[in-house]
């Protein structure tokens, strides 16, 4: 990995821990920060890991021994470089880290969720059906992270995602399309961002389809990682 590689995959990995650490936040979880990682002591929320690599360096003995490492527990191996097996962890999957450059304002139709009720529709719709207050409406105080949204022309969420700005990137994740038009969605969520989060670079992570879909948006695998789940 280059260094320019390098600065890209470290930025997507601090913002989609700092995204994490949010979402924890709003369920009363307060994690742990340090060079290498950002950590929970306490269970995560599901779907959300209990542990965020942020250093290639981490070693399994600093990760493991700071979260409930109970089967269930999983850890996001930022930079696809530990070996959690003797700790009983198997892979999950892996994924890439992918950038963007900023985008421009294309037609518009994407607008931030506002209310709490937006956000129960948002999260609905999102899960197909089966939402379940994973998303607080708590998550709606802090600007620093918005959910976006497309309707259609009967004012039904339709597509969306969630939108994390950090100090050099913002992170795309949760992208959804109910008709499963993943490039229409890529597009919207895209000009969203460059009239929302103006001028900064576009960060976040796939696989397989859903991978294919973003470099068709313009973005740059930058650096593989792996999720880890205790068996």
């Given at each position: 990995?280059d260094?320019?590689?390098?600065?890209?995959?470290?930025?997507?990995?601090r913002?989609n821990a700092?995204?994490?650490?949010?979402l924890?936040?709003?369920?009363g979880i307060?994690?742990?920060?340090?060079?290498?990682?950002?950590?929970?002591?306490?269970?995560?929320?599901?779907?959300?890991?209990?542990?965020?690599?942020?250093?290639?360096g981490?070693g399994?003995?600093?990760?493991?021994g700071?979260i409930?490492?109970?089967?269930?527990?999983?850890?996001?191996?930022?930079?696809?470089?530990l070996?959690l097996?003797?700790?009983?962890?198997?892979?999950?999957?892996?994924?890439q880290?992918i950038?963007?450059?900023?985008?421009?304002?294309g037609e518009?139709g994407?607008e931030?969720v506002?209310?709490?009720?937006?956000l129960a529709e948002w999260?609905?719709?999102?899960?197909d059906?089966?939402?379940?207050?994973?998303f607080?409406?708590?998550?709606?105080?802090?600007?620093?992270?918005?959910f976006l949204?497309?309707?259609?022309?009967a004012g039904?969420?339709?597509?969306g995602?969630v939108?994390?700005?950090?100090?050099?990137?913002?992170?795309?994740?949760?992208?959804?399309?109910a008709?499963?038009?993943?490039d229409k969605?890529?597009?919207?969520?895209?000009?969203?961002?460059?009239?929302?989060?103006?001028?900064?670079?576009?960060?976040?992570?796939?696989?397989?389809?859903d991978?294919?879909?973003?470099v068709?948006?313009?973005?740059t695998?930058?650096?593989?990682?792996?999720?880890?789940?205790?068996?």
């Amino acid at each position: 990995m280059d260094i320019e590689q390098d600065v890209r995959v470290r930025a997507a990995a601090r913002n989609n821990a700092e995204w994490c650490a949010a979402l924890c936040r709003a369920h009363g979880i307060t994690g742990a920060w340090d060079p290498r990682a950002w950590t929970s002591a306490r269970r995560t929320p599901p779907l959300y890991p209990d542990a965020v690599t942020l250093d290639p360096g981490a070693g399994p003995d600093e990760i493991v021994g700071r979260i409930d490492a109970s089967p269930g527990a999983s850890v996001k191996d930022s930079f696809a470089a530990l070996d959690l097996t003797a700790d009983g962890f198997d892979v999950l999957f892996d994924a890439q880290w992918i950038h963007r450059p900023a985008p421009e304002a294309g037609e518009g139709g994407w607008e931030p969720v506002r209310t709490e009720a937006e956000l129960a529709e948002w999260e609905q719709a999102w899960s197909d059906g089966d939402g379940g207050g994973l998303f607080p409406s708590a998550l709606l105080a802090d600007d620093t992270h918005a959910f976006l949204a497309a309707r259609d022309a009967a004012g039904r969420i339709v597509a969306g995602a969630v939108a994390s700005r950090s100090d050099t990137v913002v992170g795309v994740s949760n992208l959804f399309a109910a008709d499963g038009d993943l490039d229409k969605a890529w597009a919207g969520c895209l000009d969203a961002l460059a009239r929302h989060r103006p001028g900064l670079d576009v960060v976040g992570y796939e696989s397989g389809d859903d991978l294919a879909a973003a470099v068709r948006a313009g973005f740059t695998p930058v650096g593989e990682l792996r999720i880890w789940l205790r068996r």
